[in-house]
């Protein structure tokens, strides 16, 4: 399989000045493809105003990768851009600028077909100078991890130190299970990582119930309840790590505010005393981060070691980031995180299954004693009361408790769940398969509109549970 090795570097200053510049010129390279690319665009579209036919405007530029790093190594000698300074640094930084840009063009275009999933993706733009992120790949060269465990060497860039031992890869290369193909470098959370992209041969672990299924109710207050299909049920605290820095970030930031910053209006630079503050509050965040994406991972690798079988929900995320007084705590839980570290731990390192219960499905409002669907259950009541077998039992357990005997229903193998032709068909209550709506939308009665305010003898009542045909069990 291919598999990421990554570690913190610990450059001197010459050689993090030349890090800077490899990732500069990737930079460079990338505005310079977007503009060659997209003058043809322009030209073509002021020719169509003139009146000029099809078979009279100027031929499109093509952006793959060869056309565009052929264009460009033409272009390098004599463009004021490149011509001084080009040679200082390796192809490989120009190569990764250009791959970027035709990746950034394909996307477009796919998305302009129809053929991309997501939001729909525009034009590719310029990267700031200011705002983008340091990053630069390279694929041939002196790329390796060196014998002591401590340095790594890069092209052109040569042998830098490493801040932690290299053993995890270098172990794997000297026995010959393991061979890199490229290594990235990137400056992120304050300092600079190699990334080392390597052709491994691992062995798949046995994980220690493999005969076991797990659902997993990811929740704000609680950051996972997760229930097994023998009944157990375990609860994992939310550790709210920006929630206890808030006050140490509230601190940096008026000390920051109070110092002459960058002004982008008037070219205003900023006082060596702003910097010094914007670094410490700096180190505030990325520390909130490091903490957080420790957590994590201890949580994925943990569940995806023991269990055979691992069920989550489909969480729309991005819609949920939109509610403003949760938003700030449900990035700080880090959901679509979880879900993705357990994918590839499951399926990399113990070949176990992941079922994605499909978005809609009512893991809260079913009953998890007697499978009694509820057609409203508001967020606000957190014990779940059902009114055909009497079971008490809170919210968060019983969606897990739900989740975990889903496990047993999705017998065709195909990782999702929810939606599966071997489950019978079940009557559910008007609304049970859909989630309760935070605030319940206005509507008003306008003259000649059908469907206005209700008279108080039209009113209807909230529909009572309603039991399933056959109910999901554990065991």
Known sequence: MVQAFRFALDPNTSQEAALRSHCGAARAAYNWAVAWVGASWWQRRAEESYGIAEDGLTQWRPWSLPALRKAFNEAKHTDPRFAAWWEENSKEAYSTGLANAAAAFDNYAKSRRGQRKGKRMGMPRFKSKRKARLACRFTTGTIRVDTDGRHVTLPRLGRIRTHEPTGSLLVRVQAGTARILSATVRHERGR????????AKRDLTRVARPD?????????KTLAVMADSTGEIRTVANPGHYDRARRQLRRASRIVSRRRGPDGRTGRKPSKRWEKANAARNKVHHRVANLRADALHKLTTSVAAEYGTVVVEDLNVAGMLKNRRLARRIADAGFGEIRRQL???TRRRHATRT??????????????????VKAKLPLHLRTYACDACGLVIDRDDNAALNLAALAAACVTGTGVAGDQDTAPA????RGADRKTRATRPRRKAEAGRAGGAALPQQRQ???????QTE???LG
Not at 192 to 199: D, G, K
Not at 358 to 369: A, L
């Open 192 to 199: 600079w990582f190699v990334s080392f992209q390597a052709e």
């Open 212 to 220: 076991t299924a797990v659902g997993i109710d990811l929740g704000v």
């Open 343 to 345: 994918d590839y731990k």
């Open 355 to 372: 079922i994605v219960a499909d978005r809609w499905y009512p893991s809260s409002k079913t009953c998890s004693g007697c499978g009694a």
């Open 426 to 429: 079940v009557s559910k209550p």
């Open 461 to 467: 009542t909230e529909a009572r549970d309603r039991p």
């Open 471 to 473: 109910a999901l069990t």
